[in-house]
C-alpha cells in the first residue's frame, strides 16, 4: 500500500493487474517443485522430508460405492495443509527475476499482482510487455493463468485506463476487488471494506445473540472477542479509518453488542463506558491506534524484514526516544497510509514505552497509557 500512497502523492497513476491461476495448487508440477526447492537451498533431512511429503501420493475416484484403481499424482501440493501455501511460495518465488524492474510484482501463495505507476506515458506497455513474459514464465513452469478471473484495478483521478490483454483476451476492469481479505477500490476509500466487515458483524452479533442461551456476562464477551472483535480489526493498520462517520459506524457494532448482552443478562442500563468496564473491554479506536503503534514499534525494532530506513525518518534530536519526522508532505488523498498515519501518535508516547524492547511489553506498556 505505502507504493501506491507514494505513487498517488507524487501524482502518479497506478494500473494493477490481478493473476488468477487455474487450479494453482493442483497443477504444479512436482518434479519442477524439487529442482526449485534444491535451488533454494534446502537439502538434507528437510529436503527429503517435502520429498516424501509430495511425492508418491495416490487417489482413487469414488462413484456411488464403486473405487477406482489407485492412480499416481505427478503434480499439486496438498490443499489444506500448512506446507501447501510455502511449497506454492518456493514454487514462484523466481517469477520477480523475470519482471523488469520498473514493474513491481507482490506474491503471496497463489495471490499474484502486477502494477507499475505512470503518467499515460509509455511506461504501461512495459506492464503489458510483462504480462507476456509471464505467460512464457506459466507454460515453462507448468501453470496455467485464467484469463476471465484477471482483473484490472486503476487508480489515479486521470487515469486513461489502458487496455491489457493476457492470451489475446482483455483483462476485466474492476472498481473494487479483494486483496489479501481486504477490499480495495479505485479511490482507496476503503468504504467497501468497511461496510462488508459491518454487514457481517452485525450479522454474527445477531447470531449470536439469538442462538446462545447462556446469561453468563463473561462468556457473551469471550464468545464476541472471539468471533466478532477479529473481524473488525483484521489489518486495520492498511484501512484504519480517518473519517469521523466510518469510526462512529464501527464503534456502533461494539456499542450495540454490549446493549444487548446487557440486555440479556438483566442488567440494568448504564453508559457504554461503564459497559466497557464491566465487560474489560477497550474502544474499538483505541484498539486501533495501539495497534499502529505496536507495528511501528516492531519494524523499527527490527522484528519484521521490512527495512525501516526505507518507511520511517528517525530525528536524534532528543537523546531518551526516537522521534519520527515525516518523509514528505501528505494530501487528503494520502494522509491514511500508516506510514504517515502513525507518526503524530508516535511522537505523543511518553519516554518510558521507549525503554522497552519486547512488543509484547511495549503493547500492553501503551494500553495502560491508553487506559488511563
Avoid at 16 to 33: C, E, G, Q, R, S
Avoid at 274 to 300: H, M, V, Y
Avoid at 326 to 349: D, E, G, I, M, S
Wanted: with cysteine.
Amino acid at each position: 500500500m505505502d507504493d501506491l500512497y507514494n505513487a498517488i502523492q507524487d501524482g502518479y497513476n497506478i494500473d494493477i493487474i490481478y493473476i488468477d491461476f487455474a487450479k494453482a495448487f493442483d497443477t504444479v508440477p512436482i518434479n519442477i517443485l524439487l529442482d526449485k526447492i534444491e535451488s533454494a537451498g534446502i537439502g538434507g533431512r528437510v529436503y527429503t522430508f517435502l520429498k516424501n511429503f509430495i511425492s508418491d501420493r495416490k487417489f482413487k475416484i469414488k462413484i456411488g460405492d464403486q473405487l477406482s484403481h489407485n492412480y499416481e499424482t505427478f503434480s499439486g501440493v496438498p490443499q489444506g495443509s500448512v506446507l501447501g501455501p510455502l511449497l506454492f511460495l518456493i514454487f514462484i518465488n523466481d517469477l520477480p527475476n523475470e519482471i523488469p524492474g520498473n514493474v513491481g510484482v507482490k506474491l503471496y501463495a497463489d495471490d499474484v499482482k502486477l502494477y507499475i505507476a505512470h503518467k499515460n506515458g509509455i511506461e504501461r506497455e512495459q506492464l503489458n510487455k510483462t504480462l507476456g513474459i509471464l505467460e512464457k514464465w506459466t507454460e515453462l513452469n507448468g501453470l496455467e493463468i485464467s484469463p476471465s478471473k484477471c482483473f484490472a484495478l486503476y487508480l489515479g483521478k486521470n487515469n486513461m485506463k489502458r487496455e491489457y490483454n493476457i492470451h489475446g483476451l482483455k483483462v476485466q476492469e474492476t472498481e473494487c476487488i479483494r486483496d489479501l481479505g481486504i477490499l480495495i477500490d479505485s479511490k482507496i476509500s476503503f468504504n467497501n471494506h468497511i461496510n462488508m466487515i459491518i454487514k457481517n458483524a452485525y450479522l454474527k452479533s445477531s447470531q449470536i445473540i439469538r442462538i446462545i442461551k447462556s446469561r453468563n456476562l463473561n462468556l457473551l464477551v469471550n464468545i464476541y472477542k472471539t468471533y466478532i472483535r477479529p473481524q473488525l480489526e483484521y489489518a486495520t493498520e492498511v484501512w484504519n479509518p480517518q473519517m469521523k462517520y466510518q469510526i462512529e459506524k464501527i464503534e456502533k457494532i461494539q456499542k450495540l453488542f454490549t446493549k444487548n448482552i446487557y440486555k440479556k443478562c438483566g442488567l440494568i442500563k448504564v453508559p457504554y463506558e461503564e459497559r466497557l468496564n464491566t465487560c474489560k473491554l477497550e474502544k474499538l479506536i483505541d484498539r486501533r491506534k495501539i495497534a499502529d503503534l505496536s507495528t511501528a514499534f516492531k519494524i523499527i525494532k527490527g522484528f519484521t524484514s521490512l527495512n525501516s530506513q526505507k518507511y520511517f525518518n528517525l530525528s536524534n534530536r532528543s537523546p531518551r526516544r526516537p522521534l519520527l519526522l515525516r518523509t514528505k508532505k501528505y494530501t487528503n488523498k494520502t494522509k491514511n497510509n500508516f506510514f504517515q498515519r502513525v507518526v503524530n501518535n508516535w511522537n505523543n508516547l511518553p519516554n518510558e514505552p521507549f525503554k522497552i524492547n519486547d512488543p509484547k511489553k511495549f503493547r500492553s506498556l501503551i494500553k495502560q497509557y491508553s487506559n488511563d
